[in-house]
């Protein structure tokens, strides 16, 4: 479920071309929008996935472009901030404006009801023609409240996906499932594992019709993203000590660089900006395997090298 400004009672919320990016459907309305007010002026509230890859794509269609997000820096979620100097000053480089540390308080519109101004919380105004808005969703769990068992925000699910109800199963975001890897319940925002839950789900409910049996879920946390010529990948846990290694300046031509998470000595997350096929398997062994290290200084200037001897 989108999480929506006009849950909020932002002021001018509802006004039109303010967007946001969910179903098929909102899609459509955007690729309406950038048509209708092409080479305009977009605003785009939330430094997260969506607002990453929706500045750049706008940018791409060569449109304005200015991020809003009250954090300090973009995809707090899992960006360091050393990784996320990279992407802020390379979105700077491309053209696109960063506004951080502020929100947006309220909107005004024109005569049409279109939005044409974005009103921030630090007294900034900002011209529009389209807003699109980022801030999260929520699992929707509010169609089987008392029915089903919930657990961490989601529906509690097994190693199969199967609820606490006989063959009602609970897949993707919404799911709060036992990671073996980490031996505790979890749920996961991300496509991935959108896809390998219900692939999971689907086996067993074909096992369980044939009498047969289906190996526990062994899910690795893997996240990805791909904006202008940068791609990252980032496998297993960001908690613990962080390590850079390689060369985060947005100004270098190729950019290779990344970051270890150090837990209990032991290497638990990897992200690499730039990484090849091979290498971006190497950090997915890694973040499986957690192999220990003593030194965090020789880390990082062992850099990659240390994932890709794994």
Same mark, same amino acid.
């Given at each position: 479920?989108?999480?929506?400004?006009?849950?909020?009672?932002?002021q001018?919320?509802?006004?039109?071309?303010?967007?946001?990016?969910?179903?098929?459907?909102?899609?459509?309305?955007?690729?309406?929008?950038m048509?209708?007010k092409?080479?305009?002026?977009?605003v785009?509230?939330?430094?997260?996935?969506?607002?990453l890859?929706?500045?750049?794509?706008?940018?791409?269609?060569?449109f304005?472009?200015?991020m809003?997000?009250?954090?300090p820096?973009?995809?707090?979620?899992?960006?360091?901030?050393?990784?996320?100097?990279?992407?802020?000053?390379?979105?700077?480089?491309?053209?696109i404006?960063?506004?951080?540390?502020?929100?947006?308080?309220?909107f005004?519109?024109?005569?049409?009801g279109?939005?044409?101004?974005?009103?921030?919380?630090?007294?900034?105004v900002l011209?529009?023609?389209?807003?699109?808005?980022?801030v999260?969703?929520?699992?929707?769990?509010?169609?089987f409240?008392?029915?089903?068992?919930?657990? $961490?925000?989601?529906?509690? +699910?097994?190693?199969?996906?199967e609820?606490? %109800?006989a !063959? #009602?199963?609970?897949? =993707?975001?919404v @799911?709060?499932?036992?990671?073996k890897?980490?031996?505790?319940?979890?749920?996961?925002?991300?496509?991935?594992?959108?896809?390998?839950?219900?692939?999971?789900?689907?086996?067993?409910?074909?096992?369980?019709?044939?009498?047969?049996?289906v190996?526990?879920?062994?899910?690795?946390?893997y996240?990805?993203?791909?904006?202008?010529?940068?791609?990252?990948?980032?496998?297993?846990?960001n908690?613990g000590?962080?390590?850079?290694?390689?060369?985060?300046?947005?100004?270098?031509? $190729?950019?290779?660089?990344? +970051?270890?998470?150090?837990?209990?000595?032991? %290497?638990? !997350? #990897?992200?690499?900006? =730039?990484?090849? @096929?091979?290498?971006?398997?190497?950090?997915?062994?890694?973040?499986?395997?957690?192999?220990?290290v003593?030194?965090?200084?020789?880390?990082?200037?062992?850099?990659?090298?240390?994932?890709?001897?794994?």
């Amino acid at each position: 479920q989108t999480i929506k400004l006009t849950d909020f009672g932002v002021q001018g919320a509802e006004s039109n071309n303010i967007l946001y990016l969910r179903e098929i459907d909102d899609a459509d309305k955007l690729v309406a929008a950038m048509q209708a007010k092409k080479d305009g002026k977009a605003v785009v509230v939330g430094g997260g996935y969506i607002g990453l890859e929706l500045s750049a794509a706008l940018k791409i269609n060569n449109f304005d472009v200015t991020m809003v997000y009250p954090e300090p820096w973009c995809m707090p979620r899992l960006f360091t901030a050393g990784i996320a100097h990279f992407y802020e000053g390379y979105y700077a480089s491309k053209g696109i404006n960063i506004v951080k540390g502020t929100v947006a308080s309220g909107f005004d519109a024109d005569a049409n009801g279109d939005v044409s101004v974005v009103k921030l919380k630090d007294g900034r105004v900002l011209d529009a023609d389209i807003v699109i808005v980022g801030v999260g969703g929520r699992p929707l769990t509010g169609l089987f409240k008392g029915q089903v068992e919930e657990d $961490k925000g989601g529906l509690k +699910t097994d190693t199969f996906f199967e609820t606490s %109800v006989a !063959g #009602v199963y609970a897949i =993707g975001d919404v @799911a709060t499932f036992p990671m073996k890897l980490y031996n505790e319940p979890r749920r996961v925002e991300h496509v991935d594992h959108a896809r390998k839950s219900a692939e999971q789900a689907v086996k067993a409910i074909k096992a369980k019709e044939s009498g047969e049996s289906v190996a526990e879920y062994d899910y690795l946390p893997y996240f990805y993203s791909r904006s202008f010529d940068v791609a990252w990948q980032f496998y297993g846990e960001n908690v613990g000590e962080t390590v850079l290694f390689g060369d985060n300046d947005p100004a270098v031509a $190729k950019p290779k660089f990344g +970051t270890y998470w150090v837990k209990d000595g032991k %290497v638990i !997350g #990897v992200f690499l900006e =730039g990484g090849s @096929a091979d290498e971006n398997q190497a950090i997915a062994k890694v973040a499986r395997a957690q192999p220990p290290v003593a030194d965090v200084e020789a880390l990082g200037k062992e850099g990659l090298d240390f994932a890709t001897k794994i």
